[in-house]
C-alpha cells in the first residue's frame, strides 16, 4: 500500500492548477475550431501522449492487474466521462464568453471537494480550516450575488470536477495508467465522431496544412500532464486540502484576463478575491502547522 507523502502532494498540486490557470493562453490560439471539436482533439492526442508516457513510464503489471479486476474498466469508463463533461463545458464556455461562469464553478469546486471529503470520506477538519471554509464560502457567495443567480456552467463544472477527483482518489489504479485507459475509453467516441462529421472544421485543408494542427496536436501533453499531477497529488494530500489548492487557478485567470487581456476587474470580484485569499492563507498556515507536527 503506498504511503501519503504531503510535500510530494502539494508539489503536484501546485504545478497542477498552474497549469490549469494558463490554459486561457492556449485556448485563445485554438478560438477559432468550435469547442466539440476541440474536445475530440484533447481525446485523441492525450491518448496517443498518453500512450507515449505509459511506454517511457513503466509501471510494471499495471494492465495485469486492471485485467483482473474488470469492474475498473467500468470506473474509469465514468471518470473519463466525467473529465471530458468538463473539458467540454470548459472550453465552451471559454468560447462564447462565459468566462465569469467558468471561474465562478472553479470557485465553487473546492467547496464541494471539502463537502464530498466531509460526507463521503469522513475526513474532519480542524477550527482553522472550519475558519478558512467559512471566508471562501463568504467569498464565492459574493461572486454568485455578483452574477445574480447560479449559473448552469458553473455547478456543472463544480459538480463533475469534484466527483472526477474524489472518484480517482479513491480508484484503486496508479494515476498515469488510470488516465491513458480513461482517454482509450474515449477514442472510439472520437474516432467515430471524426467519421460522421467529415466536414468537421479541423478536417479541412486550411487546418490540416496550417499550424493549428499542432497546437491541437499539443492538447495531448497540456491536457495530460496537470492531470497526472492532480491524480497524484490526490493520493498524497486530503481532499480538503487539495480542494483550496485550487484557487490558485482561477485567480491565475483573473490575473491574465486583468492584465493580459484588458478585461475591467469590478470591485465586487476584487472583494470576493479578498475573502477567498483571507481562506486560502488561513487553510495554508493550518497545512504548514500540521506538516511541522509530522516531521
Known amino acids: 500500500m503506498h504511503t ?63 485485467r483482473a479486476h474488470p469492474q475498473r474498466f467500468a470506473i474509469l469508463a465514468f471518470s473519463g466521462t466525467l473529465i471530458a463533461s468538463n473539458w467540454l463545458i470548459y472550453v465552451w464556455a471559454v468560447n462564447n464568453e462565459r468566462m465569469l461562469e467558468a471561474s465562478l464553478g472553479y470557485y465553487i469546486n473546492p467547496l464541494v471537494n471539502v463537502l464530498l471529503g466531509l460526507l463521503l470520506l ?8 472550519w475558519l478558512a471554509v467559512g471566508l471562501a464560502t463568504l467569498g464565492v457567495a459574493q461572486q454568485v450575488w455578483h452574477v445574480g443567480s447560479l449559473p448552469w456552467v458553473s455547478l456543472s463544472l463544480a459538480l463533475t470536477f469534484g466527483f472526477y477527483g474524489l472518484i480517482r482518489k479513491q480508484a484503486p489504479v496508479a494515476a498515469l495508467p488510470g488516465l491513458v485507459v480513461e482517454t482509450w475509453l474515449l477514442v472510439p467516441l472520437a474516432l467515430g ?56 487557478a482561477p485567480t491565475l485567470v483573473m490575473l491574465l484576463a486583468v492584465l493580459v487581456y484588458g478585461e475591467h476587474l469590478a470591485p465586487s470580484t ?17 497545512a504548514w502547522w500540521s506538516l511541522r507536527k509530522i516531521s
Not at 492525450?46 to 509501471?59: D, I, T
Request: hydrophobic share 55%; glycine share 6%; charged share 10%.
Open 122 to 129: 469522513g475526513e474532519r477538519l480542524r477550527r482553522l480550516q
Open 4 to 66: 501519503a507523502n504531503p510535500r510530494h502532494g502539494y508539489i503536484l498540486g501546485l504545478s497542477a492548477y498552474i497549469i490549469w490557470g494558463l490554459f486561457p493562453m492556449y485556448f485563445k490560439l485554438i478560438q477559432s475550431v468550435p469547442a466539440l471539436e476541440i474536445i475530440i482533439h484533447r481525446a485523441l492526442w492525450s491518448a496517443l501522449f498518453g500512450a507515449l508516457l505509459l511506454a517511457v513510464w513503466k509501471h510494471p503489471g499495471w494492465f495485469r492487474e486492471l
Open 193 to 248: 465522431w471524426l467519421l460522421l462529421h467529415p466536414e468537421a472544421s479541423s478536417l479541412t485543408p486550411e487546418v490540416v496544412h496550417s499550424p493549428m494542427i499542432f497546437w491541437l496536436a499539443a492538447a495531448g501533453p497540456v491536457t495530460l500532464v496537470p492531470l497526472v499531477c492532480f491524480n497524484a497529488a490526490a493520493r498524497h494530500l486530503p481532499y480538503a486540502t487539495l480542494g483550496f489548492l485550487q484557487y490558485i
Open 270 to 286: 476584487l472583494a470576493a478575491f479578498a475573502f477567498i485569499w483571507a481562506g486560502l492563507a488561513v487553510y495554508s498556515v493550518d
